[in-house]
């Protein structure tokens, strides 16, 4: 009896496909401290220049301004990265998308390849303060999902506070997505993710050419 449960356990082990495995460089991923407090994920974009990824929600506050109906951004203080003071680079508030400078040099990951319904993912983050990037498996559900005027993938799977900014990996390790918010009635259980095509134009303005 036991002999045939181990026999059909690592049939189903093995029928379960690859999922991204974290990169080769784990200090590619660190968590985004205000202060004291580990608040969102970040990873590397450019190794030579300490430039990281993450949420534009992550590092400013956008305030209202009713009787102008304007809208200003407010830098979150003490920002740091690996323990070094963050610079802030190009923000994109619409996109929800970040690039900061610190003196923090980690091999970048890759951008990789527009994404298919179904596909298997993995976003790697710090939700809660985790030591270290925490695993959370998705799926593809929409990779071009339009709500609330803008462009997001939308992905079946929840993920926590903290794992704002995390990079979604393809089974290569290559980011496809920013994580920027879990979603909410009819779509609960939902993460809402920046879309590839939204984060590849948002890249190529960033690095310098």
């Given amino acids: 009896m036991r002999r045939s449960l181990l026999v059909v ?14 990169p080769s460089h784990p200090e590619s991923i660190k968590p985004l401290f205000a202060g004291d407090d580990a608040i969102c994920t970040t990873w590397s974009l450019d190794e030579k ?12 506050y956008v305030v209202e301004i009713e ?29 929800d998308l970040a690039v900061l400078q ?21 976003a790697y983050g710090y939700p809660g303060g985790w030591q270290a990037p925490l695993p959370t498996w998705l799926f593809v559900s929409n990779p071009f999902f339009k709500m609330y005027g803008r462009d997001w993938m939308l992905l079946d ?19 496809i997505a920013v994580v920027q918010a879990h979603g909410t009635g009819r779509y609960s259980g939902m993460t809402y ?8 134009a948002f890249i190529s303005n960033a690095l310098p050419q």
Avoid at 49 to 60: D, I, P, Q, Y
Avoid at 102 to 122: I, N, Q
């Fill in 67 to 95: 009787d102008e109906n304007t809208q200003i951004m407010v830098p979150i203080q003490d920002l740091m990265i690996g323990g070094q003071p963050v610079t802030m680079g190009m923000i994109d508030v619409p996109n």
């Fill in 193 to 200: 993710a920046s879309s590839w095509s939204t984060l590849k």
């Fill in 102 to 122: 610190a003196d923090v040099h980690a091999p970048a990951l890759k951008l990789g390849s527009y994404p298919k319904v179904g596909d298997l993912v993995t």
């Fill in 157 to 175: 799977g929840s993920v926590w506070p903290g794992h704002s900014g995390s990079p979604v990996l393809d089974r290569k390790g290559r980011v």
């Fill in 49 to 60: 220049r300490g430039l990281w990824m993450t949420a534009a929600h992550c590092t400013v």
């Fill in 9 to 22: 356990l690592l049939a189903v082990l093995v029928s379960v496909p690859a999922v991204a495995k974290l």
